[in-house]
């Protein structure tokens, strides 16, 4: 038999999905906290508060259209260009699994230069 795989931006379904989105078909959208845009500067911002034991799922990507270098550090003020650093297209993804417990803690971001954006998925 002949086996198919689809990544998480060709799900074949009638539904949109939302930015960064990895439901199969049929899976249930409940339990989605945030799924949005931000804007992120050349200071650090946050962008999700700790949720202890609450986070299930996050996903961030840098958006941006101009360029700018985003980093991510988690449980400390970003810091440009340590941590997880991200250039456009580029994402950071932790989820809870077999065993593992997505981080809970607060995650911060900064830009490279003003006018950043990031997409963000949050499950709780």
């Given at each position: 038999s002949q086996s198919r795989y689809y990544s998480s931006w060709s799900i074949p379904t009638r539904n949109a999905l939302p930015i960064g989105s990895t439901r199969l078909v049929g899976e249930s959208m409940t339990g989605i906290a945030r799924n949005d845009t931000?804007?992120?500067g050349?200071?650090?911002v946050m962008v999700s508060d700790s949720k202890p034991n609450g986070r299930t799922g996050i996903y961030i990507r840098?958006?941006?259209t101009a360029g700018q270098v985003i980093t991510i550090a988690l449980g400390q003020a970003?810091?440009?260009g340590s941590d997880v650093v991200l250039n456009v297209g580029d994402f950071y993804q932790d989820s809870t699994s077999e065993g593992?417990?997505?981080y809970q803690g607060?995650?911060?971001a900064i830009a490279s230069a003003a006018g950043g954006t990031i997409s963000i998925?949050?499950?709780i």
């Open positions: 931000m804007t992120v050349a200071t650090s840098n958006s941006s970003a810091v440009a593992y417990q997505a607060e995650i911060t998925l949050e499950r």
